[in-house]
């Protein structure tokens, strides 16, 4: 069946500009991922949906940084007025239960973001 | 603060090898540990994962061992392939949340 897919692959963008990054999860999917893998950072937690809430934000780096779920299924992340350092490769993933005995996490192939 | 390394950073090797990469972690504290491939340019393809009560899983050539109250596990790669040169990544789950907490990564090289 289809994997995660995200869109766009590569955005490049003005800094000070907003940008949407979208996320489709794996059919059924309840629990949904984001993160970010920067050079010299590694990869970095964001946020936690389970449905269309997200228990944990604890990851956003600022209020700039904002994601929502709808209908259970799609994610976006939206970054506000981004700044340099948001340049980096946003990741999502997607597990049948979060907290199951098995949760392993798929993942899409990336968003690279580029703010010049 | 749970933190996870890896060790080595890098690693190169010739075709046929059996190799061992290391991750270790700070807190004990936690629900699984998974093993992750990364190849450039790409996102991350699922390997390995081992709940916290288990001491091992297998899956074809690889085997990820856990010893939790060392905060140690090991992914063996028997018969080393060019096709398995890739950075792999270890990720912790917490018991008390539901985030991953990486390590670095070790960048694989297998010559042909």
């Known amino acids: 069946g289809a994997g995660v897919s995200q869109s766009p692959s590569n955005k490049v963008t003005e800094k000070g500009k907003d940008v949407e990054l979208r996320c489709d999860p794996i059919s059924g999917h309840t629990a949904l991922y984001w993160y970010r893998q920067s050079l010299g950072q590694g990869l970095e937690f964001l946020i936690y949906?389970?449905?269309?809430?997200?228990?944990?934000k604890s990851g956003l780096p600022s209020d700039r940084f904002s994601a929502e779920r709808t209908g259970g299924s799609v994610s976006t992340l939206t970054i506000q007025r981004t700044q340099q350092e948001d340049s980096a490769v946003y990741l999502c993933a997607s597990s049948s239960i979060a907290g199951g005995f098995t949760d392993t996490q798929y993942f899409g192939p990336g968003t690279r973001l580029t703010v010049l | 603060k749970q933190e996870v390394t890896q060790i080595p950073a890098a690693l190169s090797v010739p075709e046929g090898e059996n190799l061992v990469l290391n991750c270790s972690f700070t807190?004990?504290?936690?629900?699984?540990l998974q093993w992750f491939r990364q190849d450039p340019g790409k996102g991350l393809t699922s390997l390995l994962l081992i709940q916290s009560s288990q001491r091992e899983q297998t899956s074809g050539r690889l085997n990820a061992s856990l010893d939790k109250s060392s905060g140690r596990s090991t992914l063996y790669i028997a018969a080393s392939q060019p096709g398995d040169s890739a950075t792999y990544l270890c990720a912790v789950r917490p018991a008390s949340n539901y985030q991953l907490i990486w390590g670095a990564g070790t960048k694989l090289i297998i010559k042909p």
């Open positions: 949906f389970q449905g269309n809430s997200a228990p944990d």
């Open positions: 807190d004990s504290a936690i629900y699984n």
